[in-house]
């Protein structure tokens, strides 16, 4: 069972991040496709912008899902080494299944949502010091993307200090660097307003 789980558990959170809530969200509420506008990306932010706060708000919560219940199931499935395993690497896969969806061309989000479920799936607290990270540096750096980057490889770090050493350290490890790599697609982005990630005219 231990070594099956290596393998099940990671393909569940794959396939449980590829399910792109935003497209199908705003082509049910607008006609549209969210990537053929704003940042190009399939996000809360940018269903927002074509379909509203509420459906925003609604993709939010079903993107934090996409992490929280492949790592939770993951998490509580049995207690041995290979198991231990499996959950950051479960968490990772989700996060690469939002970016890269295999249901949508490929063509996927950013991943900083469903990195969040997974972590809360682990420790609340972990969670709530990701979070914070990536608002200070939002805020210091005034550049959403290059924050994300930079979240990406410190907040690993950032969970040592805080003596978060368990399974949430090796979740941010490894969906901090996936982070990080996605974003760097829009590291050269103009911005206009701070968190709704618009580009310039």
């Not at 590829?18 to 705003?26: A, D, G, N, Q, Y």
């Not at 925003?56 to 198991?83: M, R, S």
Request: charged share 10%; hydrophobic share 55%.
């Amino acid at each position: 069972m231990g070594v099956l789980s290596m393998v099940l558990f990671p393909i569940l959170g794959y396939l449980s991040g590829s399910l792109p809530f935003s497209i199908w969200v705003t082509r049910h509420v607008k006609g549209v496709d969210v990537r053929d506008a704003g940042s190009g990306h399939a996000t809360t932010t940018n269903t927002i912008r074509q379909a509203g706060f509420g459906w925003g708000a609604l993709v939010l919560v079903l993107d934090v899902a996409k992490g929280f219940i492949p790592t939770y199931l993951a998490l509580h499935a049995g207690q041995n080494e290979i198991l231990s395993y499996a959950v950051p690497l479960t968490a990772a896969c989700a996060v690469i299944g939002h970016c890269w969806p295999l249901f949508a061309q490929f063509r996927g989000g950013m991943g900083l949502a469903t990195f969040g479920g997974a972590l809360l799936a682990v420790n609340w607290f972990a969670f709530v010091i990701g979070l914070g990270l990536l608002l200070l540096l939002t805020i210091t750096i005034r550049h959403g993307a290059r924050a994300s980057v930079f979240t990406g490889i410190l907040i690993a770090p950032a969970f040592w200090l805080f003596d978060l050493r368990g399974v949430e350290l090796w979740i941010a490890l490894a969906c901090g660097l996936v982070i990080s790599f996605r974003f760097l697609i829009d590291w050269n982005r103009k911005y206009r307003e701070l968190w709704l990630d618009r580009e310039k005219p």
